[in-house]
């Protein structure tokens, strides 16, 4: 997140409009394309996708700020496809930096590291 994060600061603002992070071994079986341009846009986790909300694998402690309490979160979002604008993943990178490291400081890894956040 915190690469991410630097790397639209850094290097892409001003050289974008959009940016996509995807697992290096990303197999597309269909078509990718301008439809799928949004300020934020995630895609449902395959292992979850017909799957009822209590069997979605947030984290349920309450002490990690990733917590999802049970009974609430509507889609569980797979870590391995996001994108959006870049002002708006700047924003979704750094929130997700920042509390990922507040978790570290009081010894609290989520269940999914990044994903969880």
């Not at 915190?2 to 940016?19: H, T």
């Not at 947030?58 to 979160?73: M, V």
């Not at 979704?92 to 989520?110: G, M, P, Q, V």
């Amino acid at each position: 997140m915190e690469k991410l994060e630097k790397l639209i600061k850094n290097e892409l603002a001003g050289e974008a409009d959009y940016i996509f992070c995807l697992d290096v071994d990303t197999m597309f079986y269909g078509r990718w394309g301008a439809e799928s341009l949004g300020r934020l846009v995630g895609v449902i986790h395959p292992w979850f996708f017909d799957a009822p909300r209590g069997q979605f694998t947030y984290e349920r402690r309450p002490e990690s700020l990733a917590y999802i309490p049970a009974g609430e979160g509507d889609y569980y979002y797979a870590g391995a496809a996001f994108g959006g604008t870049l002002e708006d993943i700047h924003n979704l990178t750094k929130t997700c930096r920042e509390h990922l490291n507040i978790d570290a400081a009081n010894s609290i890894e989520a269940v999914w590291q990044e994903e969880s956040h």
